[in-house]
């Protein structure tokens, strides 16, 4: 067994995670049964015992490097108080993030375990939680996330490295710790969404009217919210969401659930998912249950043939060579993740956009698997991660067969893990400067991985 560092494992533990191997829905931990209790605080964020071993069993599912487990232990538990250190230091100095891309990143999350599980039965079955709970749940880890990322990038700043640095760094991996890539793919896609014309939200208004007068004169809106709701996750469960808290619903639904009494009907809301009919069901301090019916307007048959048509169009530049598609992307796609990259899809696991096939959506990979490097597809439907009628094209930029790792193949990969362990120094640096100005306290059990030291 190597002699190492707990800052080398570290390192390691980077490259793990910026290779791939994490795992995008936190498993349960197989049938050990871990005592839940709290091990670790900053100032008033806490680690707790289930949140590292779930950390530290991925770590160990998925890696070949041989060191101590309680190194790894130590090393994990440090990573936790740093990210907690963030989050304090966050509400120290007021770091914060827009709430739309809050709801924007949970959606994607969603939509993404939605469908590595395979529907949103399945997914509520597994946790035994609503989709609204769960939600609730996932919403809070996906803030948490942003705000850490954005106090990291605030600490870290813009760091380059030159190629003789990457490969310097490259050349400090032991060959027989290279992984070992299965195929994969770099493809992207542009969408738009189908317009939705006056009729059609003027034909969802009048139903929740309907749905809105047949409640005042008695029915109940649980029952007509199981019949009638097109939101899967609440609508079994008689439109409740559940109690949340200011700034965690889309402003357009707590805007108006807020000027409710309990018991007291809205008028119609339209938020980014359709048209809502709200009813109030209890206040408590600053949260808020709330029951709805959604309705969500359908494109009309001229709608999307004129979306197609859109698309066609540009989809003909591209391949005239009138505009290169990453260009047509960040000018007309309507997915502003993928926009932003170019119209490339990125990896929800390691946030590359060359990706094991296995990670892409399965309609995404059988339409692929017809077409050769360079092809564009015509318009295809699609629906958003918010349920939205759209359509898109996929293009095929790049294929690489099985293989394991190296220089020149897997270049951008050791490029972010060299990013990635340049920022853990830089930002192991800042915790040893900044942990004395919070309070930080681990339990007597890990006293021996010297963190606070």
Known sequence: MKNTTLSYLKTLIFISL???????????????????KIIGKVDNHVVLKSEMEVMYLQYMA????????????????????????L???????????????????????????????????????????????????????????????????????????????????????????????????????????????????????????????????????????????QDPGSGANGGELGFFKKGELVPEYEAASLKLKPGELSEIVESQFGFHLIQMIERRGSEFNTRHILIKPASSTLDIQATTATLERIRTKIVTDSISFSKAAKDFSQDKVTAESGGLMVDPKSGATMMPVENLDPSVFFVIDTMKVGDITHPIPYRTPEGKEAMRVIYLKKIMAPHKANFNDDYQKILAAAIAERKNKVLAEWFAKTKSEVFIDVDDEYKTCDILK
Request: with cysteine.
């Open 87 to 229: 989050l304090a230091k966050a509400d120290i100095d007021s770091v914060t993030v827009d709430d739309k891309m809050v709801d924007d990143q949970l959606e994607r999350r969603m939509a993404y375990f939605v469908q590595q599980i395979g529907s949103e039965e399945k997914l509520e079955e597994y946790y035994n939680k609503s989709i609204a709970e769960l939600k609730k749940d996932l919403r809070r880890q996906v803030k948490e996330q942003m705000v850490g990322q954005k106090m990291q990038d605030k600490i870290s700043g813009n760091i380059k490295l030159t190629p003789g640095e990457v490969k310097k760094f490259y050349a400090q991996i032991p060959n027989d710790s290279l992984p070992y890539f299965s195929k994969e793919a770099e493809v992207g896609e542009i969408v738009i969404e189908a317009s939705i014309g006056k009729e059609q939200k003027k034909e969802a208004q009048e139903t929740l009217q309907k749905l809105k007068v047949r409640i005042v004169a008695g029915e109940g809106f649980a029952d007509l919210a199981k019949l009638y709701s």
């Open 62 to 85: 998925n890696n070949q490097f041989k060191f101590s487990n309680e190194n790894i232990r130590c090393s994990v538990l440090e990573s936790l108080l740093i990210n907690k250190l």
């Open 18 to 36: 910026f290779f791939a191997i994490g795992s995008a829905v936190a498993q349960p931990l197989s049938n050990r049964q871990v005592v839940e």
